[in-house]
């Protein structure tokens, strides 16, 4: 490192700390997009995928955006530790101006504080779905061009009453806050039509106790059972479930439809078509906009999946929305980014899920999927989108002084008896 880049290090260092706006370039002029998804570790396989999706976006501006060239920094060994060190590490050690992130939900929390601390530098999300990131007390900093956990259930409720003519359901998830937000999600809609919640199992991270649940599961009056758990334990769940004589059908979570599940080889092909979940993004897409998406993922990472994560497809979204902010306020990032985040504030523009926007707190206005499992010619399971949701708000349309009036998700919330 140089002797004037180790100035501009520690100038940078000092000004962030300081809680004063941050210098708005470095000496080449280039500007950096620190990205935080961490490419070693138990999260490795989802931050390449980010990492990939970042790339993506960078790629279809040449490398460059507002006139300057633009530098993604991912992170590396440097950066660990928690969230808001690994940001201050960008930043401070690397010369992030922007930061986006963070890749897991439960960190969005602590990038929001931390992004209160330095407000000379602009925040995007990553792939974080946490509900109150944006919903209470938002950092004006930071900004999500993607949907919550909440917004993913958008439609579903509609569709499991009217389509389906389900009128009691039974939900099914484990105890903390990601399930809790999925479990509101559906039920704010499917009660606001008319249905009702029978009953609802909460299960803990471990040894759960699917025969005790299926044996409660025969005494109780429902048309459905909403299974908010990931493919493999959605998998244990309904081997215990169907091998017990249970014949509910299956409405899903936003996870709960995933590769694990729909590969499987047991029972599933004869039980699962006619299951209905709602995402935010779907590989049952027949959309132009997905579909070059997809083959452009494939062309550049033919090593990656057949079909980009959701984790690639936030961290697109996510960076692109910066490129195009970028060029819109030709670069410019003196007086607190202020150019920058007021180009953000209004910004619009197409993915390839759908068109995204966002509210007065800065959170995403986009569209939500609803897809029924399907078996296909090649006898495989397949999501079919059924209904697509646009213009999904983060109050799900209730309006911000009815949706907060319900509360915070957890067990009772909402009240559906």
Known sequence: MNRIHRLATLLLAFIVIGGYPAIAAWADGTIRIGVLAELSGPYAEYGRDAKRGAEMALAEFDGRAGG??????????????????RAQHLIAERGAQIIVGPLAGGEGSALKLFAKTAPGITFLNGASAA????????????????????????????????????????????????????????????????GR?????????????????????????ADAIFVALDGNNTADFLEHYWQGGGKLPIIGGSVTFDPVLLGSNSLYHVRLPGAIAAVPLSDG???????????????????????????????????????????????????????????LAELGFDTPAGHVSLDENRQAIASNFVIEIVLGDDKGLHQKVANIVTGVDQTLGLGR?????????????????
């Open 197 to 221: 919640a029978a009953e609802q199992f909460w299960l803990p991270l471990s040894d759960k106790p699917y025969d005790a649940i299926t044996a409660q599961l025969a005494k109780i009056e």
């Open 68 to 85: 300057e060239s633009v530098e993604l920094l991912f992170e590396n060994g440097a950066g660990a530790g928690g969230i808001a060190a």
């Open 285 to 343: 897409d027949e959309s132009r906009a997905w579909k070059q998406f997809t083959r452009v993922y494939r062309k550049r990472y033919p090593d990656a999946g057949e079909t980009p994560s959701l984790f690639a497809f936030d961290y697109y979204v996510n960076t692109k929305a910066a490129l195009l902010a970028l060029d819109e306020a030709d670069g410019e990032l003196e007086d607190g980014h202020r150019e920058l985040r007021a180009e």
């Open 131 to 194: 509900r109150d990131l944006t919903l209470l007390d938002p950092a004006e900093n930071f900004f999500r061009f993607t949907t919550d956990a909440a917004q993913w259930m958008a439609g579903l409720g509609s569709y499991a009453y009217f389509t389906k003519g389900y009128r009691r359901v039974v939900t099914l998830a484990e105890s903390y806050s990601f399930p809790y937000t999925q479990v509101m999600g559906f039920l704010v809609e499917f009660c606001t039509m008319g």
């Open 401 to 417: 002084e009815r949706y907060l009036a319900l509360g915070a998700p957890g067990p009772r919330t909402p009240s559906c008896p």
